[in-house]
């Protein structure tokens, strides 16, 4: 695998990841919490890894290139 989440959108995935996580926990809506997990986890999982499946589908790949 291959990085392809640069820096930038690997601090917002973990930001977005914490708080659904947290509203799972807090979450007042039985409907929600779940979804609520699923999103916290997938996102964190792709922020800690630096790869998104998704953005290597389309095409899309936010990190930095190396200069040789």
Same mark, same amino acid.
């Given at each position: 695998?291959?990085?392809?989440? !640069?820096? #930038?959108?690997?601090a917002?995935? =973990?930001?977005?990841? @914490? ?15 779940y !979804?609520? #997990?699923?999103?916290?986890v997938? =996102?964190?999982?792709t @922020?800690i ?18 200069s040789?």
């Open positions: 695998m291959k990085a392809n989440v !640069g820096g #930038l959108d690997r917002a995935r =973990l930001v977005i990841a @914490a708080g659904a996580v947290y509203l799972f926990f807090t979450g007042e809506r039985p409907n929600w919490e !979804g609520a #997990l699923a999103a916290g997938i =996102l964190g999982l @922020a890894t630096g790869f998104c499946p998704l953005y290597r589908l389309i095409g899309v790949n936010t990190c930095r290139k190396k040789a």
